[in-house]
């Protein structure tokens, strides 16, 4: 069965730190390229990191550059998201997404909470 699964979300206080985990079953990640999204209460899903199957980055949201970092182990098939001095803004469900050609999965969430 193929699979995305999340996980590393939880409740942490303002400039705290979280590492999400995506972890693929059923496939093998080395030849997609890997996003993470994420969705607010009400907002629409936003794409905030990339990483291609060659390991080039980009960061989509602005509002993470400098504390956010994508990356991907393929021995474990699984693609992370550091996430440092997080903000009450980057409250969230957190998405990864994993893309080639003209395959596309998506994971069920986790959800980051950042208040004090």
């Known amino acids: 069965q193929v699979q995305l699964v999340e996980s590393g979300g939880g409740l942490v206080q303002p400039g705290g730190s979280l590492r999400l985990s995506c972890a693929a079953s059923?496939?093998?990640?080395?030849?997609?390229?890997m996003s993470w999204y994420r969705q607010a209460p009400g907002e629409e899903r936003d794409l905030v990191e990339n990483?291609?199957?060659?390991?080039?980055?980009?960061t989509y949201a602005d509002s993470v550059k400098g504390r956010f970092t994508i990356s991907r182990d393929d021995a474990k098939n699984t693609v992370y998201l550091q996430m440092n001095s997080l903000k009450p803004e980057d409250t969230a469900v957190y998405y990864c997404?994993?893309?080639?050609?003209?395959?596309?999965?998506w994971g069920q969430g986790t959800q980051v909470t950042v208040s004090s």
């Open positions: 997404k994993a893309e080639w050609a003209t395959r596309t999965f």
């Open positions: 059923g496939f093998t990640l080395r030849n997609y390229a």
């Open positions: 990483i291609t199957s060659t390991g080039r980055t980009t």
